[in-house]
C-alpha cells in the first residue's frame, strides 16, 4: 500500500478535487494551502504576505527586478525552507494526500509514495473551472488559468531544477479531460490500495 500520494495539477484540472476524495477513501490526512499556512507560522511571518508567495518564486531576477523585491528575497527562501521542512515532516508520518507545493521533489526518496500529475485540455479546465465560479468571466478564468500555470511552472524549476508537468518527474500522469474526476480518483484509490 503506498503511504503518501503527492499530486501536481495545472490550475482547473480537479487535482484537488480528486486528491481530497482519495484521501477521503483511503483514511489518510489531506493537505494542500494549510502546508503554507503553517510554514509561515512556524517562521513568525506576514500571513497576507505568505499568501502572496503560495507556490510562486519569491523574485524575479533580471533588469526588471527592483530593489524591493531584492529585499524580499530571504524572506521567499525562509518560507520555502519552512515549508519544505513541513512537507518532510507530514511525509514521515504518512498516510498523506499532499496537493501542490513541490512535494513530489522533495518527498522523491520517501518509500511507498505516488506522485502524481493531473492535467486537462484548456476547455475542459475552463468548463470545469466555471462550474466551480460560476460568477467570474471567461477572460478572468483564462487570465488565472495562464498566470497560476505560468507562477508554478517558476516556482517548479526555481526550487527543484525540475520541470512542472514533466511525466519523467512523477509516477503517473493523469488526463482529467479524458478520463474524468471519477476514473482519476478510482485509478489512484486502485493504486495505493
Same mark, same amino acid.
Given at each position: 500500500?503506498?503511504?503518501?500520494?503527492?499530486?501536481?495539477?495545472?490550475?482547473?484540472?480537479? /487535482?484537488?478535487?480528486?486528491?481530497?476524495?482519495?484521501?477521503?477513501?483511503?483514511?489518510?490526512?489531506?493537505? %494542500?494551502?494549510?502546508?503554507?499556512?503553517?510554514?509561515?507560522?512556524?517562521?513568525?511571518?506576514?500571513?497576507?504576505?505568505? !499568501?502572496?508567495?503560495?507556490?510562486?518564486?519569491?523574485?524575479? #531576477?533580471? #533588469?526588471?527586478?527592483?530593489?524591493?523585491? #531584492?529585499?524580499?528575497?530571504?524572506?521567499?527562501?525562509? !518560507?520555502?525552507?519552512?515549508?519544505?521542512?513541513?512537507?518532510?515532516?507530514?511525509?514521515?508520518?504518512?498516510?498523506?494526500?499532499?496537493?501542490?507545493?513541490?512535494?513530489?521533489?522533495?518527498?522523491?526518496? #520517501?518509500? %511507498?509514495?505516488?506522485?502524481?500529475?493531473?492535467?486537462? %485540455?484548456?476547455?475542459?479546465?475552463?468548463?470545469?473551472?466555471?462550474?466551480?465560479?460560476? %460568477?467570474?468571466?471567461?477572460?478572468?478564468?483564462?487570465?488565472?488559468?495562464?498566470?497560476?500555470?505560468?507562477?508554478?511552472?517558476?516556482?517548479?524549476?526555481?526550487?527543484?531544477?525540475?520541470?512542472? /508537468?514533466?511525466?519523467?518527474?512523477?509516477?503517473?500522469?493523469?488526463?482529467?479531460?479524458? !478520463?474524468?474526476?471519477?476514473?482519476?480518483?478510482?485509478? !489512484?484509490?486502485?493504486?495505493?490500495?
Amino acid at each position: 500500500m503506498k503511504r503518501i500520494i503527492t499530486i501536481s495539477r495545472e490550475f482547473g484540472a480537479g /487535482g484537488g478535487s480528486i486528491g481530497s476524495v482519495v484521501a477521503k477513501k483511503l483514511g489518510f490526512e489531506y493537505y %494542500d494551502k494549510e502546508i503554507i499556512l503553517k510554514a509561515a507560522r512556524k517562521s513568525n511571518m506576514d500571513m497576507d504576505r505568505v !499568501l502572496k508567495w503560495d507556490e510562486k518564486v519569491p523574485s524575479n #531576477f533580471g #533588469f526588471a527586478q527592483s530593489l524591493f523585491d #531584492f529585499y524580499n528575497r530571504p524572506q521567499g527562501e525562509k !518560507l520555502y525552507a519552512a515549508q519544505e521542512a513541513i512537507i518532510r515532516e507530514i511525509g514521515e508520518k504518512g498516510k498523506c494526500v499532499i496537493v501542490g507545493r513541490n512535494a513530489n521533489t522533495i518527498l522523491k526518496n #520517501f518509500e %511507498d509514495s505516488l506522485h502524481v500529475f493531473v492535467y486537462a %485540455d484548456p476547455y475542459w479546465r475552463m468548463e470545469h473551472m466555471k462550474a466551480k465560479m460560476p %460568477d467570474t468571466t471567461e477572460a478572468k478564468i483564462s487570465e488565472e488559468m495562464h498566470t497560476i500555470d505560468r507562477a508554478r511552472k517558476k516556482f517548479c524549476s526555481y526550487y527543484t531544477n525540475t520541470e512542472f /508537468g514533466v511525466a519523467d518527474y512523477y509516477d503517473i500522469c493523469l488526463n482529467a479531460s479524458t !478520463l474524468g474526476i471519477d476514473n482519476c480518483i478510482d485509478i !489512484l484509490y486502485q493504486l495505493c490500495k
